[in-house]
């Protein structure tokens, strides 16, 4: 990894370099301050109703024009179900409940840089469906009658777990990336 700080956010200083932790970090020599790149979190929610799932096509980059889960980064100030559900909110104007876990994903690929992508099932119980926030629409589609393209791995992977679940299979997913 590049080095993203040349300066202490702390205090101001150059930063050097040291091996702790099991690797080389930046290191503040003036008040000792350690450098951690750690990823963001983000998430995602596959809302289900009658059979089908809940997509929106994105307004912006990444990804501007294709699909994928309602989906954003968590705040600092909520925990990760608030944000989805948040999330879910802004982009579709459902209000969801949160079912159950659905899987957790290391995203590397993302421009915007590294995260940790936790997935979640919900159902909607209540709110009006209208794209709203960074979404272009927001529909529900069969299994087997999803819009293309899915833009996001994360998304993928997390509708082929919801699949898995529900004793169905995706024609398009290969398997790779599980």
Known sequence: MGDLFRFCPKCGARLTHEFLFGRERP???ACGYIVFYDPKVAVGVVVEQAGQVLLVRRRYEP???GWALPAGFVEIDEGPVAAAIREC???TGLIVRICGLLGVFAVSMDPRGSAVFIAYHGVS????LAPGD?????AFFPPNGLPSPLVFASTRRALWRWARRRGLS?????GAGR
């Not at 119980?125 to 009006?128: A, D, R």
């Not at 960074?134 to 927001?138: I, P, W, Y």
């Open 170 to 174: 995706l024609p398009w997913w290969s």
């Open 134 to 138: 960074d979404a272009l629409e927001a």
């Open 89 to 91: 909110r802004e982009e």
């Open 27 to 29: 290191v503040c020599p």
């Open 125 to 128: 119980v209540g709110g009006t």
């Open 63 to 65: 990804g501007k024009g």
